[in-house]
């Protein structure tokens, strides 16, 4: 019993942490308790542990704000984070579930870099790409969802973002096709966009529509480990 009630501890302890939104200042004592569900007793003997660990701050007013050691957790993080290492499994699920090859694309001056890459082997004919690639924004799937996540303007970029996905037929080459969906960091900062490429004519056979919730699954994924807010895929 001793052991579960150990974990059952740390739940809530952590649940304390998990309850601060982006745009929270500071908290107070009810605010945590009512966000997690706790006691405000059992909130407060947690909190003041949290307080001595640093992971939390009480100001003068007694409210409290996330601690200097969840920001050192968070840049151990971000320093151990390798996109080789989480980005290869998902392209490979998707590739699992969709029959076509996947990439994880990032902007790099102004063009998009095919920065990650998993062929569909079963496929004789699939797009032509390899990591390492460089290519123009315009005239792309990924390239769209970068423009479009970074601001640029005009009906089509505001539906890309209303709808958290784009596809292009003919786009880079008049043959093909490719769907694309955005992965997003903290502070909603775009990280860069997953995306399916094929044989234009399988693409319009399958529906382009047809591979969004395969593709949205992985962004979500990709999404929750870079510490963006994966909430903007659920639909309205």
Request: include cysteine; charge should be neutral; hydrophobic fraction near 40%.
């Amino acid at each position: 019993m001793a052991e579960e009630g150990g974990v059952a501890a740390v739940d809530r302890a952590l649940s304390l942490l998990a309850c601060f939104r982006g745009d929270d200042y500071s908290l107070t004592l009810t605010e945590m308790a009512k966000r997690t569900g706790l006691y405000k007793s059992t909130a407060l003997r947690l909190s003041e542990s949290l307080v001595k660990a640093n992971y939390l701050y009480r100001l003068s007013d007694g409210s409290y704000q996330i601690g200097v050691a969840a920001f050192q957790l968070g840049a151990i993080y971000q320093r151990q984070f390798k996109t080789s290492e989480y980005v290869p499994p998902v392209l490979r699920d998707i590739v699992a579930e969709l029959n076509e090859s996947a990439s994880y694309y990032v902007y790099v001056d102004g063009q998009r870099l095919c920065l990650h890459r998993v062929e569909a082997d079963n496929q004789i004919i699939r797009d032509a790409v390899r990591e390492g690639d460089v290519r123009p924004l315009e005239g792309g799937a990924t390239g769209t969802i970068m423009m479009a996540f970074r601001g640029d303007a005009g009906k089509e970029m505001d539906a890309v973002r209303k709808q958290n996905w784009a596809a292009s037929f003919g786009g880079a080459h008049e043959e093909m096709a490719a769907v694309a969906v955005p992965v997003f960091a903290v502070q909603q900062a775009l990280a860069g966009s997953v995306s399916v490429s094929g044989p234009r004519y399988r693409f319009e056979q399958k529906g382009a529509e047809s591979m969004v919730p395969a593709l949205t699954r992985a962004a979500i994924r990709l999404t929750n480990l870079l510490g963006g807010d994966a909430s903007v895929f659920a639909k309205p």
